[in-house]
């Protein structure tokens, strides 16, 4: 098992720009998420799934895109990028049906926007 | 507002002694709490959790301590090594069945040989 992938490991942006972040898991976990960490912050809920077809904001959606097509792959796009969205970026993904509710991570995906 | 906060940025110990961080949560719904741990450029593993009708889980040598009333929880690293060194987040899942995690801010806890 691969886990969670992240690709890119590190991208570069100038400012309106638009990317994907993607993000893909082989666990058959039906819920993903992801999260940005900024210095001194601990990671943020931007968007998330509980299944193909379903997403839903978290704490952080604003400039953010998520569709699920797919139990694998949950992309995240940045339409119009922006300096404020300089972060590192995580996608998780678990499976409900434990009971710890642990989310597995991905390796990150660090953003730069100038 | 911070609903998870974890206020030690930072905690050093000696190798074999025990390593405690705290957190602190405002939110009464909060259904089941987590500890991660991170390695720099590394995505964060999960360490243990408890359910909010618990008051301990133990797990090897990390054990996990709830106080409801309080709103507090710590996490106990017994007895503490060099490769436990790294940033360590509380977390605390709220929703459908852990769908959605709102972390503190992360310790960075050094374990000195």
């Known amino acids: 098992n691969a886990g969670v992938t992240q690709t890119p490991k590190f991208q570069v942006l100038k400012t309106g720009q638009s990317m994907t972040l993607q993000c893909a898991q082989d666990m058959n976990h039906e819920y993903m998420s992801w999260y940005r960490q900024d210095p001194g912050m601990g990671l943020r809920l931007i968007h998330y799934s509980v299944g193909a077809g379903i997403t839903d904001q978290g704490e952080v959606p604003n400039g953010y895109n998520v569709s699920r097509s797919t139990t694998e792959d949950f992309p995240l796009r940045l339409l119009s990028a922006a300096p404020s969205q300089t972060s590192v970026y995580f996608c998780a993904s678990s499976n409900p049906r434990t009971n710890s509710y642990e989310q597995y991570f991905g390796p990150g995906t660090r953003l730069t926007v100038t | 507002d911070q609903q998870v906060k974890q206020n030690s940025p930072s905690l050093s110990v000696q190798e074999g002694r025990i390593s405690i961080l705290n957190c602190d949560y405002t939110n009464s719904m909060f259904d089941y709490f987590l500890w991660y741990k991170k390695y720099p450029a590394e995505g964060p593993t999960f360490l243990i959790s408890i359910s909010s009708i618990k008051d301990k889980n133990e797990d090897g040598r990390f054990t996990v301590f709830l106080n409801k009333s309080a709103k507090h929880l710590s996490l106990h690293i017994v007895p503490s090594q060099p490769g436990d060194s790294a940033v360590y987040f509380c977390?605390?899942?709220?929703?459908?069945?852990?769908?959605?995690?709102?972390f503190g801010e992360g310790t960075q806890l050094t374990v000195n040989p």
């Open positions: 977390a605390a899942s709220w929703g459908t069945s852990g769908s959605r995690l709102t």
